[in-house]
């Protein structure tokens, strides 16, 4: 059974960062292509980032520039690099890998 728990939000003031953690376990990330998703109050979810395997990176065009998406091959754990936040990044932001889905974890971005 594939099992995906996030780590990493709060609340932080715009223009500052976060690091978001997905530990998986049920799968290797080697071999498998990670997604990041978010979902913001009263929205749809939508796909932030994904990572490939040989590390090809992809990246939704509201947040390109300003976070990455990386991996911990040995702690199986992919993380995403907030930067530079906007207040339209609060949602909780979810790890993916095909059905299965993380809990999420919750960022706000408010001053």
């Known amino acids: 059974e594939v099992q995906l728990v996030e780590s990493g939000g709060g609340l932080v003031q715009p223009g500052g960062s976060l690091r978001l953690s997905c530990v998986a376990s049920g799968l290797s990330i080697e071999h498998s292509t990670m997604w990041w998703y978010r979902q913001a109050p009263g929205e749809g979810r939508e796909w932030v980032s994904l990572i490939m395997t040989q590390d090809v990176t992809n990246y939704n065009d509201a947040v390109e520039g300003r976070f990455t998406i990386s991996r911990d091959i040995p702690r199986n754990t992919v993380y995403l690099q907030m930067n530079n936040m906007k207040p339209e990044y609060t949602a909780v932001y979810h790890c993916?890998?095909?059905?299965?889905w993380g809990q999420g974890t919750q960022v706000t971005v408010s001053s």
């Open positions: 993916n890998h095909q059905h299965s």
